[in-house]
């Protein structure tokens, strides 16, 4: 068993030294490293089957430590090394996660880690006082979205600690509110960049893998009322939302850019916003010191947004907003300079938050 897994380590295409868990291709490098693997016959492995659907390994694995069957599919011609790539690549890197997490506290575990949004070579920065004349126009329409009490967001969290390498969290969370002014909280394990996937969690204090879709949280809580923000209704007017905002995080001095952004997700993370709401939003980060236009981007949910950057002790801050409405759709926040008393690189994201209707 030693043996297989000194073999894996060495072709794995995701190594602790390299970007972790990459959703690239393989490099030249460990491309030939896995074709050795699969071929050379003195490997302890079965030689790589030419010309139909074979099993990469049926051994067996101690309890708790099976990855399942690896199936790899061969394309006749000359062409199939490089299309099956993606299929191997797959299979390996997902037995590599399983082994490396569960494997102990001296190995590092192979991370989900999401890359950093990239603003669109040539796209063209949208200024935010125009985002909000958008905003304005949609709260104008007679079928304007309306506020609702409650979230539905995807975030990815980076947990770090003193003796574990760092992993990345991913967790989709549903709050609904009843009209007796109880409500629910569901919130899941999952990462819809990669659906059906294992997810890493650390549930119980350990990380671990768990299937996509593990309920983490699942009640109900009894009818509660508060008007404190940021359980009471925001404000449509943005004077009004600079105050509420910064009741909410408990100061009476203004917010700075990066205290602001941290107090907008706050609320998003407790109210669905209207388009009325949305609006004086847009507003009031329209006239935030140091949020720079940059350009069109994706984000972790395929929709197109303008982003806006600010750099601030260290971090960057990425606000990504809906190119026709207005509305924010996600926040992001990268480091800046590494941090190796955490074993955290330049340009991890250490959290992210992308908000739903």
């Not at 990380?207 to 508060?226: F, I």
Request: aromatic share 4%; charged share 25%.
């Amino acid at each position: 068993m030693a043996d297989e897994l000194e073999l894996l380590r060495s072709a794995d295409p995701a190594p602790p030294f390299g970007p972790h868990f990459g959703d690239g291709p393989l490099d030249h490098n460990a491309e030939r490293r896995l074709e050795q693997l699969l071929r050379d016959p003195g490997n302890g492995l079965p030689a790589r089957p030419r010309g139909r659907r074979g099993l990469l390994s049926d051994r067996r694995y101690p309890e708790g430590r099976r990855p399942g069957p690896v199936r790899v599919l061969l394309l006749p011609g000359p062409r199939r090394l490089r299309l099956a790539w993606g299929l191997v690549a797959t299979a390996v890197v997902a037995a590599l996660t399983l082994t490396l997490v569960l494997s102990g506290p001296s190995t590092p575990p192979a991370v989900a880690a999401p890359r950093p949004l990239v603003v669109e070579t040539g796209s063209t920065p949208v200024p935010l006082h125009r985002m909000a004349e958008r905003a304005s126009a949609v709260a104008g329409t007679d079928d304007a979205p309306r506020l609702r009490k409650g979230t539905h967001v995807q975030s990815w969290s980076l947990g770090m600690s003193d003796d574990r390498p760092p992993i990345t969290l991913p967790e989709e969370r549903i709050v609904r509110w009843r009209a007796d002014d109880s409500h629910t909280e569901l919130v899941v394990a999952t990462d819809p960049r990669h659906p059906g996937r294992p997810v890493l969690s650390d549930e119980g204090g350990e990380p671990h893998l768990v299937d996509d879709g593990h309920v983490l949280l699942d009640r109900t809580y009894p009818p509660s009322w508060s008007d404190a923000p940021p359980k009471s209704p925001p404000p449509r007017d943005p004077a009004r939302l600079r105050a509420y905002l910064m009741e909410a995080q408990y100061t009476d001095t203004p917010l700075t850019t990066p205290e602001l952004l941290d107090a907008m997700a706050t609320l998003l993370d407790n109210w669905t916003l209207g388009a009325r709401e949305s609006a004086a939003l847009a507003r009031l980060l329209a006239g935030a010191e140091g949020l720079r236009p940059v350009g069109r981007v994706t984000d972790r949910l395929g929709r197109r947004g303008q982003a806006y950057v600010n750099d601030t002790g260290g971090v960057r801050r990425m606000l990504i907003m809906d190119v026709a409405t207005g509305a924010v759709l996600g926040l992001e926040s990268t480091l800046k300079e590494p941090d190796p008393e955490y074993g955290v690189e330049k340009g991890a994201v250490m959290s992210y938050s992308a908000w739903m209707r």
